[in-house]
């Protein structure tokens, strides 16, 4: 080394001179770059986090090596040379550092586009002329994808899950922001699809993916914030901290996501957005498994949804949200399995709610819980505005309006297209939603419209192909409307292949046996109904229905009596259970005691004029029977008008419409007219299954007329299509291996 680089000031002017202070410029802001890339790359490749430390530590180690490097060579027209062998007069170290320079330049400029690109420094096209007076962007979207569980234990799988949840669940509630539902962002769970793919098919501008780690209590979580049209990031960060601290970094990144995006939040917003519904991190934990096992809805995952809110109540007594979860879990229990009664259930929830609106009257989850409650107690005057409320609370709450279209499509409201208007509403915000998909087919198969009904109960399928009700809904447009009852069968029996369990689904096969006259298979199935649920609702009326159809009308009303209890007073087994034990009160000559069962039980049916609707139509043929069994011919003329306006009205279906005519007018002795509607509903298609599955020969109200030429020639018609559709189904059962399926 020179004497002039020996001292301060000549060790400071070699290291200029050598470019040395240029060259480590370059490195640190090239290094950081590169660090700046694997912290947004790394993740979403899913590498483990170690490569980004990996990379820091490389980067760190050539440092020091790349500053010695550049005092000890030097760059000349010959190459690469030690610098003590280049002579002063032969140095081009000037241009040299003036290349460096152009160098540093450019590494700062793809730096400062990289941070405004990952950052949101730079303004989406037309968005900033799109501003509300508050400043939030017009057209706002964004999805949260299910955070990847990168954790060796595979349970904390719900930890990861319920996280993305709550992050979706906060950023639902700003004003502004359209979130994609949850069902629609966890079908993506697992998948390697293209973000600009699933943004597409969720209608969403932006995505918002992450990893989870957790190790004992220490748990590191990254988040990335995607813009969809063209896969850069927008924002990312990494955040490590305790268990305990979850909720802390829930906050933080949905302010970072808030800010990303350039929503401006109000005072009240940013409250509710760091809003905690509860402090404890456990009852939290238990909180989000619940809902977790909740959205699958079968028997058995909602049974364990309901003990997991049961622990998180008692973990924390405030924790409002635990109240609603476990009450929906009660509600399903009742509506999607019958293993409760609407009345048990409501006794259940009420308080639970009661709770929970003390604690947080501002839930949107309460007083979509309080509308669900209401729908399935058969209070819609109630459940409407809960359900209005919970949707003002949160727009961006899929089941509120869900549940909104089940209540506005039901009695006394009956407004169908404003309840297809809310499933599409559901859709917007859900676009996956497979519920609703199936929902908008049921109305459309009610509404007689069969093609658009397949069509949509097929799309459901192909969004989840595991998905119950939506092959009971093709079964029961084969069954009900195209009167394919082979059909029918093979639909319910991927049902039941699916929930074996599930006896809501079961019990769909027996009616179809009896009515194609598989009296051995009818048998079997109705004893298994029988033995493996007494204590289920449906269970407890198979005794009911086979000693009618037995014509040992004494025992079924003995039978009614225990099964009453079980079932309770609303739904439509219990309207069954109420048909049964009218009909079995008027075959065993007892017409006052089924009128007076009627008048007290359906008032509305004995008024003058009577009402007659989706709740009691099917007990007007044994009300009419009733009637004219004790002479009151001026009621019983009212009560079959008032019938035949709700049929014109709500039965779009021809053969239906036909044979409901038929029944009542053959109960209420009107025989021509029913020879006519019988004639008519053959000509349709129709191929038999009414009143308990009784064939026409069965049926003690058709006894008068069965020898009469329209209605033995309808026998006839009726027998050799039942026979086409017998071979089909013992083919299937045949194929199934009928055997195993008990």
């Given at each position: 080394m020179s004497g002039d680089a020996r001292r301060p000031g000549g060790l400071l002017s070699e290291l200029r001179r050598r470019n040395v202070f240029r060259v480590a410029t370059v490195y640190l802001i090239a290094s950081w770059l590169l660090i700046q890339v694997a912290e947004t790359v790394f993740p979403a490749l899913q590498l483990p986090e170690w490569t980004v430390t990996f990379?820091?530590?490389?980067?760190?180690?050539?440092?020091?090596?790349?500053?010695?490097?550049?005092?000890?060579?030097?760059?000349?027209?010959?190459?690469?040379?030690?610098?003590?062998?280049?002579?002063?007069?032969?140095?081009?170290?000037?241009?040299?550092?003036?290349?460096?320079?152009?160098?540093?330049?450019?590494?700062?400029?793809?730096?400062?586009?990289?941070?405004?690109?990952?950052?949101?420094?730079?303004?989406?096209?037309?968005?900033?002329?799109?501003?509300?007076?508050?400043?939030?962007?017009?057209?706002?979207s964004i999805a949260v994808l299910p955070f990847v569980n990168m954790s060796d234990d595979e349970d904390n799988e719900f930890f990861s899950d319920g996280l993305s949840e709550e992050l979706l669940n906060v950023l639902a509630q700003v004003e502004g922001l359209r979130v994609a539902a949850r069902t629609s962002s966890f079908y993506f769970k697992d998948s390697n699809e293209d973000v600009r793919s699933i943004a597409s098919k969720l209608g969403v501008d932006h995505l918002l993916e992450g990893s989870v780690r957790r190790s004992g209590d220490r748990i590191r979580v990254t988040a990335q914030l995607i813009?969809?049209?063209?896969?850069?990031?927008?924002?990312?960060?990494?955040?490590?901290?305790?268990?305990?601290?979850?909720?802390?970094?829930?906050?933080e990144i949905s302010l970072a996501v808030v800010d990303a995006l350039k929503v401006n939040l109000l005072g009240k917003e940013r409250e509710r957005l760091t809003k905690r519904a509860t402090t404890n991190v456990e009852a939290h934990n238990l909180y989000l498994r619940g809902r977790q096992f909740l959205h699958l809805r079968t028997l058995e995952s909602i049974r364990q949804a309901r003990k997991l809110f049961q622990q998180a109540v008692r973990m924390d007594p405030g924790y409002a949200l635990a109240y609603s979860g476990l009450s929906d879990s009660i509600q399903l229990l009742a509506t999607n399995h019958s293993m409760i009664t609407a009345a048990q259930a409501e006794a259940e929830s009420r308080p639970l709610l009661d709770r929970a609106i003390a604690l947080d009257p501002e839930a949107a989850e309460v007083w979509a819980s309080v509308g669900l409650m209401?729908?399935?107690?058969?209070?819609?005057?109630?459940?409407?505005?809960?359900?209005?409320?919970?949707?003002?609370?949160?727009?961006?709450?899929?089941?509120?309006?869900?549940?909104?279209?089940?209540?506005?499509?039901?009695?006394?409201?009956?407004?169908?297209?404003?309840?297809?208007?809310?499933?599409?509403?559901?859709?917007?915000?859900?676009?996956l939603s497979r519920v609703a998909q199936n929902n908008i087919a049921a109305i459309l198969m009610d509404q007689g419209r069969t093609e658009e009904a397949e069509a949509e109960f097929r799309r459901a399928l192909t969004l989840d192909p595991d998905y119950t009700g939506s092959y009971n809904g093709l079964a029961n447009l084969n069954q009900n409307f195209y009167f394919r009852l082979d059909e029918a069968h093979r639909w319910f029996m991927k049902a039941h292949e699916l929930a074996p369990s599930d006896i809501s689904i079961s019990v769909n096969l027996p009616v179809i046996y009896r009515t194609l006259g598989l009296d051995?298979?009818?048998?079997?199935?109705?004893?298994?109904?029988?033995?493996?649920?007494?204590?289920?609702?449906?269970?407890?009326?198979?005794?009911?229905?086979?000693?009618?159809?037995?014509?040992?009308?004494?025992?079924?009303?003995?039978?009614?009596?225990?099964?009453?209890?079980?079932?309770?007073?609303?739904?439509?087994?219990?309207?069954?259970?109420?048909?049964m034990r009218c009909d079995a009160l008027r075959f065993s000559d007892r017409a006052s005691e089924a009128l007076s069962f009627l008048t007290r039980d359906f008032p509305e049916l004995m008024d003058s004029p009577p009402r007659v609707d989706v709740t009691n139509n099917n007990l007007v043929a044994c009300a009419a029977a009733a009637l004219k069994a004790t002479g009151r011919a001026d009621q019983l003329e009212e009560l079959l008008e008032a019938a035949r306006r709700y049929a014109e009205s709500n039965?779009?279906?021809?053969?239906?419409?036909?044979?409901?005519?038929?029944?009542?007018?053959?109960?209420?002795?009107?025989?021509?007219?029913?020879?006519?509607?019988?004639?008519?509903?053959?000509?349709?298609?129709?191929?038999?299954?009414?009143?308990?599955?009784w064939s026409i020969d069965e049926d003690p109200d058709w006894a008068p007329v069965k020898e009469h030429d329209d209605v033995a020639n309808a026998r006839v018609l009726i027998a050799e299509r039942l026979a086409i559709q017998r071979a089909a189904v013992e083919q299937q059962l045949q194929e199934l291996g009928a055997g195993a399926l008990f």
């Open positions: 990379v820091v530590v490389v980067l760190a180690i050539l440092f020091p090596i790349a500053v010695i490097f550049a005092w000890a060579f030097e760059l000349t027209p010959e190459g690469l040379k030690k610098t003590t062998e280049v002579e002063p007069k032969s140095s081009i170290t000037s241009r040299t550092g003036q290349k460096i320079n152009y160098l540093i330049i450019g590494i700062l400029a793809v730096a400062i586009l990289f941070l405004a690109l990952t950052h949101g420094g730079l303004k989406d096209d037309g968005v900033s002329a799109e501003r509300s007076a508050t400043g939030t962007s017009a057209a706002q813009k969809a049209d063209d896969g850069f990031h927008l924002w990312s960060d990494t955040y490590d901290y305790t268990v305990d601290d979850v909720f802390r970094i829930q906050d209401e729908m399935i107690a058969n209070n819609p005057e109630a459940a409407e505005p809960a359900l209005e409320k919970a949707v003002r609370l949160n727009p961006s709450y899929a089941a509120g309006y869900l549940w909104l279209a089940s209540v506005r499509s039901g009695p006394p409201i009956n407004d169908d297209e404003g309840a297809l208007e809310l499933y599409r509403k559901v859709l917007e915000i859900d676009p051995d298979q009818f048998d079997r199935w109705s004893r298994r109904l029988q033995n493996e649920g007494p204590d289920h609702p449906i269970g407890s009326v198979i005794p009911v229905w086979r000693e009618i159809l037995a014509g040992r009308f004494d025992a079924a009303l003995d039978a009614w009596a225990k099964a009453e209890q079980r079932v309770g007073g609303t739904g439509g087994v219990a309207s069954g259970l109420a048909q039965i779009p279906s021809v053969p239906n419409r036909e044979m409901y005519l038929a029944r009542i007018d053959i109960a209420g002795g009107r025989e021509a007219s029913a020879i006519r509607y019988l004639q008519s509903a053959v000509e349709a298609g129709w191929v038999g299954g009414f009143n308990w599955a």
